[in-house]
């Protein structure tokens, strides 16, 4: 019978995400310049894994940068198109590996409410993630109206089903599921360690049976929503959070860097 205990010891399996997403902030110089600030802040920090997202135009200049340290680089979206093609404006996530990511943020909140994506294409942007070879950060949450309504469960399992569906079991290693409650993106207003914990547990359960346990055990869920170096270690904590993927908070090396050495 499982108990909270064993939460906690598989939590120790499970090695922290602490991902940084630059939105459409920063020129390519500005980009590189927090990357070299950050490096030096975050080169002890063993006990995760760190990446930062900045815009397209950036990620070659900051990868190259970055080379080999312990910072890793991730788009922030990809093509559903898994080969170059006739398709003005879209990045293949193979083009993003090309410029040295090793992950993508697919399916963010942000893309879905202003760019309608679908739970469809978010599977076709996971697949294409995923064929690439990169790590893919896949984003759920529910808005406040679906919460207030009591639909947040259900929306949130719809979005982790469509988004993951066509996966075989040896993709799942590559997926890392980040639970971002739209009400609490770039609000200031953070989900309490309780209510995270609470959806992540729930994701948890849901990816088991769709899944298998094993899969379920070993995958890493991310929490964002107004993460801030404040917040950061009651949030890591909770025995289904295994890391942060942080906006407003990661644009600044200084506080990004809080965020990541929150064990210190
Ligand atoms: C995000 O962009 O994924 C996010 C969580 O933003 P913020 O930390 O600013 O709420």
Redesign the pocket.
Known sequence: MPNEADGFDLKLMRKPVIAG?W?MYKTVGDSVATAVALKPLVANANHCEVVIAPVFTALKSVADRLEGSNVHVAGQDCATEVSEGAFTGEVAAFMLADAGCSHVIVG?S?RRQYFLETDPIVSKKVQAGIAAGLMVIM?VGETLDQRDQGKAQSVVSEQLVGGLSGLTASDLDRIIV?Y?PVW????GRTATPEQAQEMHAFIRRVFAERHSPGAADALRILY????KPDNIAGLMKQADIDGA??????LKAESFAEIVNYNK
């Open positions: 997403n939105k963010h942000e984003c980040a971002e609490a993106i770039g609000t964002g929503g107004s993460v993927l942080v906006g407003g908070a990661s």
